[in-house]
């Protein structure tokens, strides 16, 4: 069992940044991929990045191509993505998610483990 708990989250204007973190619990995390989602009023939850579990591999949406960084501390069971260049357009409830492994890693039916989100407003 893997319990996730995303921080972070806040009001920031455009162009500005903010650092999300993904802390999780129990001991398989460090062998665990995980991903970055996000919904937005109104739409449906869509895919950001992910990070393989060794931190080797990582993939963006096109959106956030550029701006967004993903990372993870295995030592501190973290995963952080650093969001730069903020816009309004990336304003939207952010959660992280865990999968066994990067297979079709923009699938949300692949990530059996979610947290409960954390809001990111971006004003312009």
């Known amino acids: 069992q893997v319990q996730l708990v995303e921080s972070g989250g806040g009001l920031v204007q455009a162009g500005g940044s903010l650092r999300l973190s993904c802390a999780a619990s129990g001991r398989s995390f460090r062998s665990y991929a995980v991903g970055w989602f996000r919904q937005a009023p109104g739409k449906e939850r869509e895919f950001v990045t992910t990070i393989s579990w060794s931190g080797a591999n990582t993939y963006y949406a096109d959106s956030v191509k550029g701006r967004f960084t993903i990372s993870r501390d295995n030592a501190k069971n973290t995963v952080y993505l650093q969001m730069n260049s903020l816009k309004p357009e990336d304003t939207a409830v952010y959660y992280c998610?865990?999968?066994?492994?990067?297979?079709?890693?923009?699938?949300?039916?692949?990530?059996?483990?979610w947290g409960q989100g954390t809001q990111v407003t971006v004003s312009s």
């Open positions: 998610a865990a999968a066994i492994d990067q297979a079709d890693y923009s699938d949300q039916r692949k990530y059996p483990y």
